[in-house]
């Protein structure tokens, strides 16, 4: 059953006639007047735009980036399934059909409701024993260039995903671990339709062809990916994930498959990794405490759940929120599909206070103890009013850190750096289970090296560059250390979001919710949470509302998306604006229809290809 928005057609309209990027002047966050700054990368590969109609599901639903592994994971909640089950069918398959984005060659995070209680997989990847905060220096003792660096064995965290949802499985699954590798062999097999945005990003792809086992399986021998509708197998993934299916987790770190993966790296002919077997074997999932707060929302008190670091997402959405809450445009109205210049305005400047905190603070937390000795500190009320005062009607000159409940910090501020993909997975089951899973290889096409255990078959799996979102730059000048500097055995901070969202009185859960998209992935969770709980809109809606952000220089506005008279009065606060496509990949499930609080409302992005499935 299929739900209407209004919103949905003008968004469609709007970003197909939308045209090239537009600026203007203004000052950056460090207060000195520049030329123009460069428009930072996009986070996501734009392809089609394509309408969404939003559903309704009375029971169960699956929310996935692709058709294929949303209705895989479906099918295992009608076999019986719980969401974990589901979700482990559903990253299966999206190894096969969105390579560029996810697989079992990256990492998760994974948060989990039970009916009972909130939990975080943390299934990152971590950096090898072999390395040194030195990984991303030249000779010369200068950061490498984001495309020397993330193309190369030395960007190849050791990946995570497997054993995290192994772990996960442990604890709740309800089918067999091998029935849930099924639609994805079957799939690798048989093959499976090149949709228009894996063709896309093949295409402007200027890298993967040099992988000689990337090349042989993505494109034809004149060097064009292959067309969409082509059917593509992947009998050399299908063998590793026979292993995974009949061993679990050790096919992938021991054996064949990890000295193929140890072979990958170390043999990378520019600049070789330091992975090795003994990384592999030791590599282990963790279980953390998922980092909760209380969020008042437009008709209701919310109890807001998500990562805790090595993830920044939950307390930068968090922060971002809380500040929002506390400006005159908490509870401002949208000005016909866009938020208003005001809101916008409150709304980036809350950002910019968010994102210098985790720039200062935000690490592994093996590594680097949390601010006033916990994570809530940056989140706690009073810490929050006294950094919303700092909140005027103009953009301001500057921003830095804040320091929470007092406290001081050695760590020097890490440099602002590019970050890129994922892909986001939201699952409720019939049996009081719920998840939100967000999945990546980092970049598209990850380190662009496949790995294969079989030559002679085409395909196989790609490797993340996960290490780059570490601090190229460890240290500041003056030697003091960044906090999310490299180290062995330490996982990259990220942004992913999953996020669950509750009634803070009845403990209800009523969403879950997130997106891929670089440290855009902040801001697009932000927007479909602030838009769903204070705007009170459907989950549909929310997502198709247009996109926003900045990582601390220019505003950024999704193209052709906002009124000029929008635009001119954020220059008029002092705002440098441009306009880009930002393309996200939300996916949420909320509970609650106008006429059936039980059923599921589901929406996906119109910017990607998902869906949701369900009954």
Known sequence: MKYSTPLTSRFVLCLLLCGLFSACSGTPDNGQPTARQATPPQPEGSSD????????????????????????????????????????????????????????????????????????????????????EELFLNEQGQPLPFATAVNSGRAVGVPGAVAML??????????????????????????????QRLHTLLKDDATLRKDPVA?????????????????????????????????????????????????????????????????????????????????????????????????????????????????PSARSNLEGDAPTAGWL?????????????????????DFVAAPDGQWL?????????????????????????????????????????????????????????????????????GARLMVTTDPSSPGGFLLNNQLTDFSFTPRSPEGRPVANRVEPGKRPRSSMSPTLVFDRDSGELLASAGSPGGAFIIHFTAKALHGMFQWQLTPQAAIDLPNFGTLGGPLLLEAGRFPRATVQALEQRGHEVREAPLPSGLQAIRRGGEKDQRVWLGGADPRREGIVAGD
Request: net charge neutral.
């Open 215 to 327: 090349n042989a399986y993505f494109y034809r021998v004149d060097g064009t990916p292959h067309p969409v509708g082509h059917v593509l197998r992947n009998p050399a993934l299908a063998s590793v994930l026979r292993q995974l299916a009949a061993q679990g987790p050790a096919a992938l770190h021991e054996g064949p498959v990890a000295q193929a993966i140890v072979n990958k790296v170390q043999q990378h002919a520019g600049l070789p990794g330091r992975m090795s077997m003994t990384d592999l074997q030791r590599y282990q999932p963790k279980a953390r405490e998922a980092l909760c707060h209380d969020h008042s929302a437009a008709d209701r008190a919310l109890r807001i759940c998500g990562f805790p670091p090595p993830s920044s997402g939950a307390l930068a959405v968090g922060q971002i929120l809380g500040l929002l809450a506390r400006t």
């Open 377 to 445: 500190s940056l989140l706690a009320p009073a810490y929050l009013d006294q950094r919303a005062r700092l909140i005027g009607d103009k953009a301001a000159a500057s921003v830095t850190h804040g320091q929470p409940g007092g406290a001081s910090s050695a760590w020097a501020p890490m440099p602002a750096q590019t970050e890129y993909g994922t892909s986001h997975v939201s699952i409720v089951d019939g049996h009081g289970n719920a998840l939100s899973m967000t999945t990546t290889i980092e970049a598209a096409f």
């Open 166 to 195: 192994a772990m996960a499985h442990q604890q709740h699954g309800r089918l067999p671990w091998t029935r849930l590798f099924e639609p994805a062999l079957s799939l690798s097999e048989q093959g499976f339709p090149v949709s």
């Open 345 to 365: 305005h409150h709304y980036i400047e809350a950002s910019r206070l968010a994102f210098a905190d985790r720039a200062q603070y935000v690490a592994d937390p």
């Open 49 to 132: 735009i394509t309408a969404k109609p939003g559903w309704v599901h009375q029971r169960q639903a699956v929310a996935a980036a692709n058709p294929l592994a949303a209705e895989a994971g479906a099918n295992i909640l009608r076999a019986g399934g719980s969401a974990v089950d589901a979700a482990i069918a559903v990253q299966m398959v999206l190894s096969l059909v969105e390579p560029q984005s996810s697989g079992i060659g990256g990492g998760a995070f994974l948060l989990h409701h039970d009916g009972q209680r909130v939990q975080a997989f943390d299934g990152r990847e971590t950096a090898p024993l072999g390395v040194t």
